[in-house]
């Protein structure tokens, strides 16, 4: 037996596996040894359009979007690097920070002092994005066949930056970019509309694919319709340190990171495993199991059919409490039985693409999740099968199938793996 080091937590969880097991992890490159000269000369020299410095004027507003407690984005450097090329020419009163919480719950002022960091949390304003208030949305009418509104002032800001970090996403095909604008500062008709069963449920809306993914389409085409002045992006490391910076023209921005990206975080396997054991990437990723979904996305990638996908992930924030994903998840007794009622029903709930990817996951295979921020009957009640020990539960699996063959994903999410 060999032993692995799984994201988990803020601490990780060390698990025992046989010798032979594979064990995929990020291909990522060292960390900048000193991030903000990487941001400042990515600023300086984007991948395409004019430097930030000379897009900026006096008198103007600014609105810059920045991620929400849920991703593990380095905003404090990023905003840092965005301040102080506007230093002496963007008023402070003239600059609002975005917090892109798409539907999500607003993040406390203690959240966001550790997101952001206290100076700019004292000396600039710091806006949570509500989804939920119209009056603080404007309807910028359909993009295609999604009614689009977006955060007030987001749109009336003369200067638009978004700030983000790329890496694969689960139905979106990657993070980062336009996302920052939507969902990340959508209303909730707009961000339902992003996630109706008919895009989520499309084989194409998957890890890395871009161009054809309905949902991916969709966020582009609005980006584009409302207008982004600057963008910038990092990729992260396993430490969530950046290797990486690109800024710019939002959408060649974008398009370089997830080059990148692609590199480092797609491994090809040469077959499907049997047992597949996946994280959600550690805190802040796997806070609740909503955002744990993503890691046993992963799993599902390389797991044969009616296989076994082990996912740890620690919920320190449970289901949460919050949004309906916890009661779309009590509303029927299978996930085969959820699929049948997301799929009749006539509008999108909020959450129901989370409950719809993760019931399609269970319908295909074993799912069992080992936390320590729920009790086994809430496990159970997501229709999950807790465990107490990943290790234990492996050898019990191996005792009842010798040979299985194994896969570990220590870092989840943050490694796409697929077969060639």
Request: with cysteine.
């Given at each position: 037996?060999?032993t692995?080091?799984?994201a ?5 969880l ?13 291909r990522h490159r060292?960390?900048?040894a ?8 990515a600023i ?6 004019s430097?930030?410095?000379d897009i ?5 507003r600014?609105?810059i979007s920045?991620?929400?407690i849920?991703?593990?984005q ?15 020419v ?10 892109a919480?798409?539907t ?24 949570n ?8 949305l404007?309807?910028l009418?359909?993009?295609?066949d999604?009614p ?11 200067v638009?930056?978004?700030t ?6 689960f ?10 604008v939507?969902p990340?500062?959508a ?39 409302t ?9 992260l490391?396993?430490d ?8 710019g023209?939002l959408?060649?921005?974008?398009a370089a990171?997830?080059v990148?990206a ?7 396997v ?5 047992i ?18 993503k890691g046993?996305?992963?799993?599902a ?6 296989g076994?996908?082990?996912?740890a992930?620690?919920?320190?924030d449970?289901l ?7 009661r ?6 299978s996930?085969?039985?959820l699929l ?15 409950v ?7 319908v295909?295979y074993?799912v069992?999740?080992?936390?320590d ?10 229709h999950l099968?807790?465990i ?10 191996l ?21 060639a």
């Amino acid at each position: 037996m060999t032993t692995v080091r799984l994201a988990y937590g803020d601490d990780g969880l060390v698990i025992r596996v046989p010798d032979g097991t594979t064990v995929i992890a990020p291909r990522h490159r060292a960390a900048a040894a000193d991030p903000l000269e990487l941001l400042h000369g990515a600023i300086a020299a984007p991948v395409a359009g004019s430097a930030l410095r000379d897009i900026v004027r006096p008198g103007q507003r600014v609105a810059i979007s920045v991620c929400d407690i849920t991703r593990p984005q380095p905003r404090e450097v990023m905003l840092r690097a965005v301040l102080e090329v506007l230093d002496g020419v963007i008023r402070p009163e003239d600059m609002v920070v975005l917090v892109a919480t798409g539907t999500h719950r607003a993040n406390t002022r203690e959240e966001l002092i550790s997101m952001l960091g206290a100076e700019v949390v004292n000396h600039c304003r710091v806006v949570n994005h509500d989804a939920r208030d119209r009056s603080t949305l404007v309807d910028l009418g359909m993009v295609g066949d999604v009614p689009v509104w977006l955060n007030r002032e987001w749109v009336e800001a003369d200067v638009r930056i978004t700030t983000g970090f790329v890496e694969p996403h689960f139905f979106a095909g990657f993070s980062g970019g336009p996302k920052m604008v939507a969902p990340g500062l959508a209303g909730l008709d707009t961000v339902l509309a992003l996630h109706d069963a008919r895009r989520i449920g499309d084989p194409r809306a998957t890890w890395a694919v871009i161009e054809g993914n309905p949902v991916h389409d969709a966020v582009r085409a609005i980006a584009a319709a409302t207008g982004v002045h600057f963008s910038l992006d990092v990729l992260l490391n396993d430490d969530q340190r950046i290797t990486s910076a690109f800024a710019g023209e939002l959408f060649a921005m974008h398009a370089a990171a997830r080059v990148e990206a692609r590199s480092e975080a797609m491994v090809a396997v040469d077959r499907r495993f049997d047992i597949v054991v996946t994280t959600n990437s550690g805190y802040p990723l796997d806070q609740n199991l909503y955002q744990a979904v993503k890691g046993m996305s992963a799993g599902a990638t390389v797991a044969r059919p009616g296989g076994t996908i082990i996912c740890a992930a620690e919920c320190r924030d449970g289901l949460p409490d919050h949004g309906s994903y916890g009661r779309l998840l009590a509303a029927r007794d299978s996930p085969a039985a959820l699929l049948e009622m997301i799929a009749a029903a006539p509008e999108t709930i909020p959450d129901q693409w989370q409950v719809q990817v993760q019931a399609r996951i269970q319908v295909a295979y074993q799912v069992l999740v080992r936390t320590d921020g729920l009790s086994n009957d809430a496990v159970r009640a997501a229709h999950l099968t807790p465990i107490d020990d990943v290790s234990d539960t492996i050898e019990r699996l191996l005792a009842d199938a010798p040979g299985a063959s194994i896969c570990v994903l220590p870092q989840g999410p943050q490694t796409i793996p697929y077969v060639a």
